[in-house]
């Protein structure tokens, strides 16, 4: 598995399999960064954590993306919106845990509807067979 590609470029396909071992080490990495992070230095610094991780999980959830044939802008929203969310918690905007702010409730449920969404497309359909405009089937290149 070339790591490299799979955090860092957004061109290409990739298979279920690669998607979910890829997102399954970049997730519990991110789980112990901002865990550290939350006991160093607050929300604040989590969320700056956080942010961290946006990019290569935008890198692998994109080639999935590419691997259904299907349009960016859903995966774009949804990393915007986490990226909104983690840009408010770094500003002091986001509330408390008992009490929110209206804001970050507003932006927070359509957020995990669309992941929701986005975590039963990419993650349990499907890719196109054969070569779509994104590349060859990674499924193919394994025979």
């Known amino acids: 598995m070339d790591w490299r590609y799979l955090l860092d ?3 290409g396909r ?3 399999q690669t998607f979910w ?3 399954g080490a970049v997730l519990a990495a991110n789980v112990v960064a901002c865990y550290v992070a939350q006991q160093i230095g607050g929300d604040q610094l989590n969320a700056v954590v956080d942010l961290a991780f946006t990019y290569p999980e935008f890198a692998i959830a994109v080639k999935r993306g590419n691997d259904r044939n299907m349009p960016l802008w859903p995966i774009a ?3 915007a919106g986490s990226v909104l ?3 408010l918690a770094v500003v002091g905007l986001t509330g408390t845990n008992e009490e ?3 804001l ?3 932006i927070t449920v359509p957020f995990t509807l669309l992941g929701l969404g986005l975590l039963v497309e990419l993650g349990f359909r499907k890719g196109t067979p054969g070569p779509n405009r ?3 089937d990674p499924l193919a290149a394994r025979d």
Request: glycine share 8%; net charge neutral; no cysteine.
């Open 85 to 87: 969310l983690d840009f």
């Open 134 to 136: 994104h590349g060859p």
């Open 77 to 79: 929203l949804f990393f």
């Open 21 to 23: 071992t890829a997102l």
């Open 14 to 16: 990739i298979g279920r």
């Open 100 to 102: 929110p702010s209206t």
């Open 104 to 106: 970050s409730l507003a």
């Open 9 to 11: 470029a957004f061109h």
